[in-house]
């Protein structure tokens, strides 16, 4: 690896982690942590917010970006996937970002790489299915933005309605049907909820607090399907879930 290919790959990987030890970037990277301690000294020289010490470790400083004309070719199909997966699946609020997005991209790449991007071969089709929903995911994703709870009219698998009040947590595709998981008070535990099965959909106006035992990361450690995604979630989705 070139050194400035290094370099930058140092950064991504700093930017990854709460903390970073030069033996990790040494292993990594496979070079002497010498190397690592002068290549991070010669960032710091150059201006990139890096602040610790040998033998401690390093912290990139929050909020710190890199010109986008340093995208590889496959970082750019993976850019330009992603967003058409979002324009194709996602609400009319979030695909609009996602083309925002790709405009902004190609606005400041060479022409070289905008033409790639541009022609690139990776599509998302539009016509699919998707479970139908009686309200605004983008109000859904609002209210898991701002740590809001929302108020549901929610109908199980045998059609029978019950009345639900939940902080969203997370939301989840898995086609063609959306999933929210969320703290539901009514049962006062974790549950998951199919998106096209709820009907009254309220957004609270005051903001919870997330409190230890009801985050998402006490969700996932007690249920990884939710990310990895198994036979098991994929049955559910038949079933009541809620």
Request: aromatic share 10%.
């Amino acid at each position: 690896m070139r050194r400035a290919d290094r370099l930058f790959e140092i950064i991504q990987f700093m930017r990854r982690q709460p903390l970073t030890r030069a033996r990790d970037l040494a292993e990594n990277f496979e070079v002497s942590e010498r190397t690592i301690y002068r290549d991070i000294q010669d960032l710091m020289t150059s201006g990139v917010p890096i602040e610790g010490e040998a033998g401690i470790g390093y912290v990139l400083r929050a909020g710190y970006d890199l010109p986008p004309l340093m995208f590889k070719e496959t970082e750019i199909e993976a850019l330009v996937l992603g967003a058409r997966i979002v324009q194709s699946w996602a609400d009319k609020e979030l695909a609009d970002a996602a083309t925002d997005v790709i405009a902004k991209v190609e606005a400041v790449l060479p022409d070289a790489l905008r033409t790639y991007m541009t022609n690139t071969a990776l599509l998302a089709p539009s016509e699919h299915y998707m479970a139908p929903l009686k309200f605004e995911l983008g109000e859904l994703r609002n209210a898991l933005r701002e740590n809001r709870k929302v108020s549901i009219g929610y109908q199980d698998a045998r059609g029978d309605p019950t009345n639900r009040q939940v902080r969203p947590l997370s939301l989840a595709y898995f086609g063609p049907v959306w999933l929210m998981a969320g703290w539901c008070e009514l049962r006062d535990d974790f549950r998951t909820f199919r998106l096209d099965r709820i009907g009254r959909f309220e957004v609270a106006e005051d903001r919870f607090k997330p409190e230890p035992g009801k985050m998402l990361k006490d969700f996932l450690a007690r249920d990884d399907t939710w990310i990895r995604g198994s036979e098991k979630l994929k049955e559910s989705l038949n079933q009541e879930i809620g």
